[in-house]
């Protein structure tokens, strides 16, 4: 459900710059915070705004970033060759917003912008008939961004760039946010009177500001509570530090949804994880990707759950790892337990320490407590595995099926050797090397090797 309506709006999204002070052969914007790229969060901000269309502007490493983004949204872009500065940019976007009313323009680097914040600022740019509105933030730290010049009467004047700024105006703390909405009949004509008069021989785009006072144009600067929104991540410490702010609002937010999180600095819960209601995530734990997690399931310490669906009183004990997996209510898994891609898990599972599955359903109420593996198994109810069970699934070429159905008890070391059908109720000895079908009920167990008594043996004793 959509709560913002912006049909006469079109966004712009600055994104074409290398993002050098990272120090990565990907381009900044791809880089990750919580299982969405850098660009994603942005992207996905504006898009709850619902305007008439999105527009990247893109330059280094555009095919790349193309590819990653058109999987999943819906944006137009245009090329800017050479990144002659943030004027330069928007111009770029000219056809994109030639319906619009308005244009927004925001950064592809501020991972943290929230929907609420430019509704905002939309909200106050209508209010006011401003022809350009911006969102500004008062720093105690404001060194790197632009300065907010206003006059006696508070009026704004202008937006210094750091590197043109005198040291009288460094000490500026209101700053330019970067985030502008500019009447789209306004903007083109003041971007084209722009020039690169100043210390990086760019095209600013604040500097339409002076050129539209002089216009006699309205221009209103917004000063934003809460700053967190405009950090822009130039390299990685600033990478870490969005993430770690990101990483709080999406705790806070589970909070608030009555879930307990335990010693919430070393865990990380992904963006697009769904945790229910009376969970408790302790600490060191991961969920990750698009991960499902039911009411009243408890996690960790120290669990790593990729991309897993978990239903309802789950129990992932220490040390477990999950990925692409799928537990049935009130199972328990761990600790020390594997998960891997496409194990099903029925209800009241239990899969104990050093135990793998791998691409097996187990069925409700079965067992395998202790040092096995399970791959490319289908088995049914109530069954019982002993320790140290293992499906040998794979002769070196091809992987082999093993099928196990309801109430089987296979005693601890057993080898099946797939492909093999163990019917219901049987009972496997221990020790047994399996490589024929199991006959149902009954006992079956391969011979063993006879066992001899020495009598008169001694143990070694030490020299
Ligand atoms: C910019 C603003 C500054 C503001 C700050 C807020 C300008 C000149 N400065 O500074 O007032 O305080 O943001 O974070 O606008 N980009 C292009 N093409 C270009 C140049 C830049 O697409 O030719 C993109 C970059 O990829 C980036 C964004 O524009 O996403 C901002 O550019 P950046 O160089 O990071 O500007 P700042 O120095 O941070
Ligand atoms: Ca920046």
Known sequence: MNRYSNPTLQVVVLAAGQGKRMRSVKPKVLHDVLGKSILEHVLLSVEALAPQGICLVLGHGSSQVKSEIEKTHACSWVIQKEQLGTGHAVQHAEQACSQAEDVLIVCGDTPLLQTDTLAFLLEQHRKTASDISFLSAKLSEPTGYGRVQR???????????????????????????????????????????????????????????????????????????????????????????????????????????????????????????????????????QILGNSHIGDNCELGPYAVIKNSWLDDDVKVEAFSHLETAHVGASSQVGPYARLRPQAELDEGVKIGNFVEVKKSVIGKNSKVNHLSYIGDTTMGESCNVGAGTITCNYDGANKHQTVIDDRVFVGSDTKLIAPVHVEEGATIGAGSVITKTVRRNGLTLSVRPEQRHVKDWKRPQKS
């Not at 702010?245 to 705790?251: A, G, S």
Request: glycine share 6%.
């Open 151 to 285: 006059n006696q009467q508070g009026a704004v004047q202008c937006i210094i760039e750091e590197r043109d700024a005198n040291d009288a105006e460094k000490l500026i703390q209101e700053v330019s946010t970067g985030i502008f909405c500019v009447k789209q009949k306004v903007l083109f004509k003041l971007l084209a009177q722009v020039d690169n008069q100043n210390n990086q021989e760019e095209y600013y785009l604040p500097d339409i500001v002076p050129l539209a006072l002089n216009e006699n144009m309205s221009v209103h600067a917004f000063i934003m509570q809460n700053s967190d929104d405009m950090q822009g991540v130039n390299n990685r410490s600033q990478l870490r530090h969005v993430t770690e702010i990101m990483q709080q609002r999406v705790i806070q937010g589970w909070e608030a949804e009555g879930v307990s999180v335990e010693q919430a600095t070393t865990v990380r819960i992904d963006v697009s994880v769904k945790l229910g209601a009376d969970c408790t995530v302790r600490a060191g734990t």
